[in-house]
């Protein structure tokens, strides 16, 4: 009885041969050609674009800001 649960019909067999050449397409994709890679990276650098533009410019109204209230 052993020896029959080591047995495997040939739809697992199949299955496990798909399952082996899905890993192995896994293993060998490359990363840049993803499409969601190559728009997760355009969002990411136009939102680090957006976050400095930001500071820089809250910088400098603060600047302007303590330059008019010591005029006063």
């Known amino acids: 009885m052993a ?3 080591k047995r ?3 739809a697992q ?4 041969e798909e ?3 899905h890993c192995v397409d896994l293993s060998t ?3 840049d050609d993803d499409e969601r ?7 990411k650098r136009i ?10 410019l809250g910088f400098y109204l603060m600047d302007k800001m303590t330059e008019a209230l010591s005029l006063l």
């Not at 067999?13 to 496990?16: G, Q, V």
């Not at 890679?37 to 969002?43: D, F, L």
């Open 3 to 5: 020896s029959a649960d």
């Open 8 to 10: 495997m019909t040939r």
């Open 13 to 16: 067999l199949n299955s496990l």
């Open 19 to 21: 399952f082996h050449k």
């Open 29 to 31: 994709r490359n990363v």
């Open 37 to 43: 890679v190559k728009k997760a990276r355009a969002a």
């Open 47 to 56: 939102m680090w674009i957006f976050l400095l533009s930001a500071a820089f």
